[in-house]
């Protein structure tokens, strides 16, 4: 019978050989020592799972995939490997100081009603330097005060990810109740994960750096801004956010989204109407409005919903109809504007690139030249502001009107 372990620590490893030593050593040389260390690594052409086969520690256990599985090899970690009571997660280019473990560990003990603790992240750069330019994404985004689950699913839905996915500590039996990490997410299945989980518990972040973020150059982090991931993240972040329908009740909803109390109604509340308004009203991101449309396209074409919208809403799809025109989701309206202001700009270089070829001709022909000899000169035997030079000037003021007499 395997003896109970307290941690199971999931490291994973993807091409990273340059980082992945620090990365191992950062979790064996933890304060904390009950733990088992399940390294797998998904299919590295580098020198990864050479380093990885290098170690004897026996806390150790090792895996690799032939082809890249992405998420799937970490939901087979934690459903089927991982012994531990609480699962960390690691990733291959990030560090650990050594009391991580140990204060995380302290604190769920301590705190049974939380479902997962993160810490705060020194972000550091390619040779593990802090990183210096303010201006960077990651630069402060994990310094976040801590709030309810509620506030948490606020944040969330209108700000995105802003928890250290290397940084958790979480009971496996969160994992049970809320589900693992979904397939099909590339960039936001931590992210994914976190909003289940504060549908059903609290969480708590450590006012303290007890993690190393790595920010690699070019935007080469999973993360990076890089167009494929600004493209596929629109279409993630939609999924995210189909989690939010799991909210059952009203009280709950409006703790969630406090604008949703001029929604309340005696008779009972549509829920997934209130949803889908409270989406259109936020107008930050198009896959947010396309959500709260799909909500209502989907209520109006239950009568049963429909017919008990209209009686507590005075909605109609009249006013869904008009609201699909009003929102342009996939920005056909925008695109089409920025063509026009294009085109504009076009006709604009076009019209001066003609002004300069009709100067240029202008300059290189016989009479420019000509006339160019005759004022130079007249700068010679007359130079300006010169007696002969004010002399001229009033003749030419003075006899030539005299002379076309």
Request: charged fraction near 25%.
């Amino acid at each position: 019978m395997t003896e109970p372990i307290k941690v199971s620590v999931i490291l994973t490893s993807y091409n990273h050989a340059k980082y992945l030593r620090e990365a191992i050593d950062s979790v064996l040389q933890q304060t904390f020592r009950d733990f088992e260390l399940i390294i797998w690594d998904d299919a590295s052409i580098d020198e990864s799972w050479q380093i990885i086969t290098s170690y004897t520690d026996p806390r150790i256990q090792i895996f690799r995939n032939e082809t890249t599985k992405r998420i799937e090899y970490l939901r087979t970690a934690i459903s089927e490997i991982a012994n531990g009571e609480y699962i960390a997660i690691h990733h291959s280019d990030d560090v650990w100081e050594p009391q991580k473990l140990e204060k995380q560990v302290a604190f769920l003990d301590a705190n049974p009603q939380i479902g997962a603790v993160f810490t705060q992240a020194q972000i550091i750069n390619e040779d593990g330097r802090p990183l210096q330019d303010p201006n960077h994404f990651y630069y402060k985004i994990f310094e976040q005060p801590n709030r309810t689950r509620h506030e948490w699913l606020n944040f969330f839905f209108y700000q995105g990810n802003a928890l250290c996915h290397p940084s958790v500590l979480i009971r496996k039996l969160c994992y049970e109740k809320c589900g693992l990490y979904r397939y099909g997410l590339a960039q936001s299945p931590d992210f994914d994960m976190w909003v289940r989980l504060c549908l059903k518990y609290e969480i708590h972040v450590l006012p303290e750096k007890l993690v190393r973020f790595r920010v690699r150059s070019l935007e080469a982090n999973t993360s990076g801004n890089r167009p494929e991931v600004r493209a596929r993240g629109q279409f993630e972040y939609l999924q995210v956010q189909t989690n939010y329908t799991e909210l059952a009740t009203f009280e709950e909803l409006k703790q969630v989204f406090p604008t949703a109390e001029k929604y309340a109604r005696a008779g009972g509340e549509d829920l997934g109407f209130i949803l889908g308004m409270v989406a259109l009203e936020t107008k930050s991101y198009k896959f947010t409005e396309l959500f709260g449309l799909n909500l209502l396209f989907e209520a109006l074409n239950d009568p049963r919903r429909a017919n008990k919208i209209k009686e507590l809403y005075n909605f109609t799809q009249n006013d869904f109809i008009l609201l699909t025109g009003k929102h342009d989701v996939f920005s056909k309206l925008w695109i089409e504007e920025l063509t026009i202001r294009v085109a504009g700009t076009e006709s604009l270089k076009l019209q001066v690139a003609e002004r300069d070829a009709r100067l240029y001709e202008i300059i290189n022909s016989k009479a420019w030249k000509v006339g160019l000899l005759f004022r130079r000169i007249r700068i010679l035997l007359i130079p300006p502001h010169s007696l002969r030079d004010r002399i001229l000037r009033k003749f030419l003021s003075v006899g030539l009107p005299y002379l076309r007499k």
